[in-house]
């Protein structure tokens, strides 16, 4: 479980999506949660990476949740006051109708008394090593209080991605929230990546690194990134494409 502190103004969305891109094409199970941008913008994205779209969703191995509706609506669509469940399918993925954590702690429960539902929850039933990809929980940030929010990514969200023995990455923008929030979320995260905008040779470039990976050696140097026409990011010392 790994947390993304990025600058509001970084290449995070194309990391992300480069991300997702190469985990599918590797034959592996890709879960996107849509959270700063639409879902339409996301398979947008992914498409210009190489990704078949019609393909992928018929597969199975992609699912793209739109937590962005209802950030348009004040956090809570029309539909979520008058319908059975808060997760609505929709073609390749869910809506999720309510960013409300009271409706949210509420939904979690049923699901975990009644188990998954099948016919749209299919990510529960992806084998271990699955990614969960999370563009930004600082969009729910915006509709609840940070002591509520915390409490649920640590009492439901995170209890349930470790038990899935999924591959989790979380984005927070950085600068926005508390400092206890932050080291609540780095508390309860097994690393912290880094993605910051800093000034190089009279240059505004992006750099990302490895700050902390609990019980793991690992390399914490700062590496330039580079964004290339297709949105994919690269790491610009290596050439090596991020994996």
């Given amino acids: 479980m790994l947390l ?4 509001p103004e970084s290449q ?5 999506t480069t991300i997702a891109a190469r985990f599918y094409q590797q034959d592996r199970f890709v879960c996107y949660l849509s959270m700063a941008r639409s879902p339409e913008d996301v398979k947008e994205s992914l498409s210009e990476l190489g990704v078949d779209i019609s393909s992928a969703e018929k597969s199975a191995r992609l699912v793209v949740e739109d937590w962005y509706s209802a950030t348009l609506a004040g956090g809570r ?10 997760f609505e399918p929709i073609k390749g993925g869910l809506r999720i109708r309510s960013l409300k954590i009271s409706d949210l702690s509420v939904e979690w429960l049923k699901t975990s008394k ?5 016919t749209h929850d299919i990510v529960e039933y992806w084998p271990a090593g699955s990614i969960v990809v999370a563009e930004a929980f600082s969009s729910i940030l915006r509709f609840n209080e940070e002591k509520a ?3 649920w990514m640590e009492s439901r969200v ?16 950085r600068g ?3 400092e206890w929030l932050y080291k ?10 880094e993605i910051r905008v800093m000034e190089r040779d009279d240059e505004a470039k992006n750099f990302i690194r490895v700050r902390s990976l609990k019980g793991q050696p690992h390399d914490s140097r700062w590496h330039e990134l580079e964004i290339h026409s297709d949105g994919g990011a690269k790491l610009a010392e290596s050439r090596k494409e991020i994996h």
């Fill in 77 to 86: 669509l029309a539909s979520a006051t008058n319908q059975g469940s808060l």
């Fill in 158 to 173: 995170i209890p349930e991605e470790r038990k899935g023995k999924r591959i989790t990455l979380q984005g927070f923008v």
């Fill in 12 to 16: 995070w969305l194309s990391v992300a």
């Fill in 149 to 151: 929010f915390v409490e």
């Fill in 176 to 178: 926005v929230h508390s």
């Fill in 114 to 118: 009644t188990g998954p539902d099948k």
């Fill in 184 to 193: 609540r979320m780095e508390s309860a995260s097994d690393g912290v990546v």
């Fill in 4 to 7: 993304v502190e990025f600058d």
